[in-house]
């Protein structure tokens, strides 16, 4: 018998949707058994999120400063696992603080040590940094990566940006207006989610993962726009700075803390509607000269290894 754990933080529900529909091939076969287990924060996150709570989360979300999460059911720390399959979204470009939380654990050391890993984020599009993060929390815990899937918002970047804003403040999966897409991964990616679960399954029973990231990306797991790279370590570096001076500021006051909080988010409003295009036209400007290095860093980001 073959014992996979799937791990996840799923705040909306949509994450947990993808991996139910995923494991389904793992599930349906009798010398495999899939256990599912929920994170759960000490003090739970509200979904649908309101304005104050969504950006006092930003300073430890970005400095990956861990938060209590309620024990997970000893028969699955102390069970040996042959696959752990991790699960995740993306917090201003870090994995959310329950995930982060996790894997800077005790918990985490005795369930991932010595164990496959393959990771699953579902996210705005914005994904390849917090990855970077993840694969050095799991290095960190003894882990072995060894794939990773993205599931991702297929619409230009903007309007992801109206529909997500509507569905994380809303609650509700709809089209804002009735005229924008739907928000978040799409309903065909997230049904289709099974065909990622075949190919582990074969790797699984071949009990040999070399090529199985490979294969992953020959399936379409881990489709990269060049452009958000950039955007994505630009943005990193930017967060860095506000993030840093704002837990700063708030170790000493909470009411100094909102206040460059309501900064930060009038900034956030700037960059993603005026920076962000800015950095569009330069990319466009430099994608030839600088193809090869973006080609070799779409293969890298693809990959499960690590810089």
Known sequence: MKNILVLYYSQSGQLEDIL????????????IEVTMCAI????????????KDFFNVFPESYLQIPAPNKSIPEKI???????VILGYTVWYLSP???INSFLKSDEAKKIVENTPVVTVNASRNMWIMAQEKVKKLIIGVGGQLVGNIAFVDRHWNHISVIT????????????YLGVFP????????????STFGAI????????????????????????????LIKSDKTGNHIFSKWAAVIYKIGLKSPERRMKWLNFFQYYLQFAIWVFLPIVFVVFLITYLPLYSRIKKNVNYYQSISLR
């Open 20 to 31: 139910n529909n995923m494991v389904q091939p793992l599930k349906q076969s009798d010398d």
């Open 40 to 51: 759960q924060p000490e003090k739970p996150y509200a979904f649908p999120w309101n304005k």
């Open 77 to 83: 720390v102390n069970q040996q696992y042959d696959l």
């Open 96 to 98: 959310s603080i329950p």
């Open 164 to 175: 997500i804003v509507h569905w994380m403040m809303g609650g509700k999966k709809t089209k």
């Open 182 to 193: 739907k928000p978040g991964i799409s309903d065909a990616d997230i049904n289709g989610a």
């Open 200 to 227: 582990i399954k074969e790797h699984l029973n071949l009990r040999t993962y070399e090529a199985l990231q490979q294969q992953l990306v020959k399936a379409g797991a881990v489709l990269i726009k060049p452009f």
